[in-house]
């Protein structure tokens, strides 16, 4: 059955202060072409720069999510995205008059029915998903973080969260689907530590927050010292006092497990950025926005993947990525010197494995040590150079307009010569990429000896 995205029947606004610069901004919703994504306007800046809300534009995640082109940035966008997507829109733009998206409440919730209220439209563009296949795994020993994606109908999450403090301990929830949001996620707020507080303060951080925009957890036997130093920081009139739970002032809890929700509204912001929506089901335990962001950075080389399938190879096989007729799409060569027979690993611009299947008929054995032959060396290193061409050039949104030139090959070495008969496995692997310019290095093997390996260095350019 198909899908079809969605983007918002009309205008919508919220205007709020900023949780880190204290800035007051307003916040304006307004649908979208059915194809353009979630799009950031800074329309206080001059000529209005629009920043994507993209993997590739996220430039800070120390505190929340920024995003951000050249001079222009915009702060602490995950509950906004988390509102967005737990609503299943597609295509919206947001136009916002400063440098922070309004904190709200500290949770999602009053972004979503903003955008509930406007309505929702159905657009004529079929809506496409990364699909998880097989499941991946993500860790982050330093942070203490475990994620596992494994496969599923629809998106769904089963988050775990221990603290070693009284008001939260080990916490667990699970959201079944996108239609468990609103009710059972989005109202969840933003917390932190009151250690946290006076350090972010002191920073001159949180210049916008408050004791009514985030759940502040404290130890019950916190000094009154420490009590009455908040109290001139945040300029607070009325007694502050910490519960017997560990929150300030009594708060009451809108879930009794509000701060592991919280952590799946950011989860649902984070994977915002990967650009497209996901079916699959994520099991996370202690991760935060650093972590989601990295985990969103391998599912869009997974997504960049799929899609480079998709457009390149009509039969879809297991242990092939692209196959001969794929691969006459993105390089120029062709018989008798196109020396790549297809692609079984590919990670887009970090590595990829090509096969070359070296037989009798190949044209250079007619003059190449006729009657002892063998694979000429210079051929071998051709192969390996358009094995990483195509690594390269898969790296680009158009991949099809340019092509791969190389400017040196170092350190060859040739082990074993290759006869007739044999297999060429070619590894190449990304070593550093700016500026048009690449630098990998390539070992070949048949029979898992190693033949040949070298460095190359190639420059993008267009045709």
């Known amino acids: 059955m198909k899908e079809f995205k969605q983007t918002i029947k009309g205008e919508t606004s919220y205007?709020?202060?900023?949780?880190?610069?204290?800035?007051?901004?307003?916040?304006?919703?307004?649908?979208?072409?059915?194809?353009?994504?979630?799009?950031?306007?800074?329309?206080?800046?001059?000529d209005k720069p629009e920043i994507p809300a993209d993997i590739d534009h996220?430039?800070?995640?120390?505190?929340?999510?920024?995003?951000?082109?050249?001079?222009?940035?915009?702060?602490?966008?995950?509950?906004?995205?988390?509102?967005?997507?737990?609503?299943?829109?597609?295509?919206?733009?947001?136009?916002?008059?400063?440098?922070?998206?309004?904190?709200?409440?500290?949770?999602?919730?009053?972004?979503?029915?903003?955008?509930k209220k406007v309505g929702i439209v159905e657009q004529n563009s079929e809506r496409d998903y990364l699909e998880i296949t097989k499941p991946i795994s993500f860790s982050a020993p330093a942070d203490n973080v475990d994620i596992v994606i494994v496969p599923s109908d629809d998106i769904?999450?089963?988050?775990?969260?221990d603290y070693k403090q009284k008001a939260l301990g080990t916490q667990y929830t699970t959201m079944q689907s996108l239609d468990d949001f609103e009710e059972d996620f989005a109202s969840a707020r933003t917390f932190c530590?009151?250690?946290?507080?006076?350090?972010?303060?002191?920073?001159g951080l949180i210049k916008g927050g408050s004791l009514k925009n985030a759940l502040v957890v404290a130890d019950p036997d916190t000094p009154k010292d420490d009590i009455k130093y908040l109290k001139e920081m945040f300029d607070y009139k009325d007694e502050i006092t910490i519960g017997s739970e560990g929150?300030?002032?009594h708060t009451p809890l809108r879930y009794y497990n509000e701060f592991v929700r919280h952590k799946v509204v950011d989860l649902i912001g984070d994977i915002a950025l990967l650009g497209v929506p996901i079916k699959g089901h994520f099991l996370a335990a202690r991760s935060g926005h650093k972590t989601n962001v990295e985990l969103v950075k391998k599912l869009r080389k997974l997504h960049k993947k799929q899609e480079l399938q998709k457009i390149y190879q009509k039969k879809k096989l297991e242990?092939?990525?692209?196959?001969?007729?794929?691969?006459?799409?993105?390089?120029?060569?062709?018989?008798?010197?196109?020396?790549?027979?297809?692609?079984?690993?590919?990670?887009?611009?970090?590595?990829?494995?090509?096969?070359?299947?070296?037989?009798?008929?190949?044209?250079?054995?007619e003059g190449h040590f006729p009657s002892h032959p063998v694979m000429p060396g210079v051929l071998i290193i051709?192969?390996?150079?358009?094995t990483g061409g195509i690594m390269l050039l898969n790296a680009l949104d158009d991949p099809e307009k340019h092509v791969a030139y190389f400017a040196s090959i170092n350190n060859v070495?040739?082990?074993?010569?290759?006869?007739?008969?044999?297999?060429?496995?070619?590894?190449?692997?990304?070593?550093?990429?700016?500026?048009?310019?690449?630098?990998?290095?390539?070992?070949?093997?048949?029979?898992?000896?190693?033949?040949?390996?070298?460095?190359?260095?190639?420059?993008?350019v267009k045709k």
Do not use: W
């Open 382 to 386: 051709e192969a390996m150079a358009q």
């Open 15 to 46: 205007k709020g202060i900023g949780l880190h610069l204290g800035q007051v901004s307003t916040i304006t919703f307004k649908p979208a072409d059915k194809d353009s994504g979630i799009i950031f306007v800074r329309t206080d800046l001059e």
């Open 247 to 249: 929150l300030l002032n």
């Open 156 to 161: 769904k999450v089963t988050f775990m969260v």
């Open 319 to 365: 242990e092939v990525v692209f196959d001969i007729n794929a691969i006459q799409k993105i390089l120029p060569h062709r018989y008798p010197f196109l020396l790549v027979d297809k692609i079984t690993e590919f990670k887009v611009g970090e590595s990829i494995v090509g096969i070359k299947n070296v037989t009798i008929n190949e044209p250079f054995f």
């Open 58 to 115: 996220v430039i800070d995640i120390s505190r929340g999510t920024t995003i951000g082109i050249k001079k222009a940035t915009v702060a602490t966008i995950e509950h906004v995205l988390a509102a967005i997507k737990g609503l299943n829109i597609d295509n919206i733009r947001i136009e916002v008059d400063g440098p922070e998206v309004p904190v709200a409440d500290g949770s999602a919730i009053v972004f979503l029915e903003l955008l």
């Open 193 to 203: 530590f009151l250690h946290e507080i006076i350090m972010l303060k002191e920073s």
């Open 413 to 460: 070495k040739f082990r074993k010569p290759v006869n007739p008969g044999d297999t060429l496995r070619m590894e190449l692997k990304v070593l550093s990429m700016k500026r048009g310019l690449a630098k990998m290095h390539g070992d070949t093997y048949v029979d898992n000896k190693k033949v040949c390996e070298g460095d190359f260095l190639a420059k993008i």
